[in-house]
């Protein structure tokens, strides 16, 4: 079994809130340029995705990216998980409350 990283579920706004962080965040590709991903987030905002190698994910399909904060628009790749083309049914409403959500309840998952 994978173990993945302790981080955080962010939204492009909150994002500047974890700067040297471990997150997560869901994004829809613009384009890719050289070592840089150009992605919008749930929240409209501009994310610059700093890569290792090409993604091959083409503009418009919706990604979850993991990586390090490391300003309040740019983010390390550790991994990207596509959601498999531009023809998802992706809630961005939904992805951004979420966001919100589990950033104002710090103890969600805390057993009781």
Same mark, same amino acid.
């Given at each position: ?11 492009? =706004? ?26 919008? =987030? ?12 090409? =993604? ?6 919706? +990604? ?15 991994? +990207?998980? =596509? ?5 998802? %049914?992706?809630?961005? %409403? ?19």
């Amino acid at each position: 079994m994978v173990a993945f990283a302790e981080r955080t579920w962010v939204n492009g =706004s909150l994002l500047k809130n974890f700067i040297g962080e471990n997150v997560s965040i869901f994004l829809c590709v613009k384009d890719e340029a050289g070592a840089n991903l150009i992605a919008t =987030s749930s929240d409209n905002q501009t994310i610059t995705v700093k890569i290792s190698e090409p =993604s091959g994910v083409p503009a418009g399909d919706w +990604i979850e990216v993991q990586g390090k904060a490391t300003t309040a628009t740019t983010i390390q790749c550790k991994d +990207i998980m =596509s959601f498999g083309g531009e023809q998802i %049914d992706f809630d961005k %409403d939904a992805c951004d409350m979420m966001a919100h959500f589990v950033n104002n309840c710090k103890d969600i998952f805390a057993c009781t």
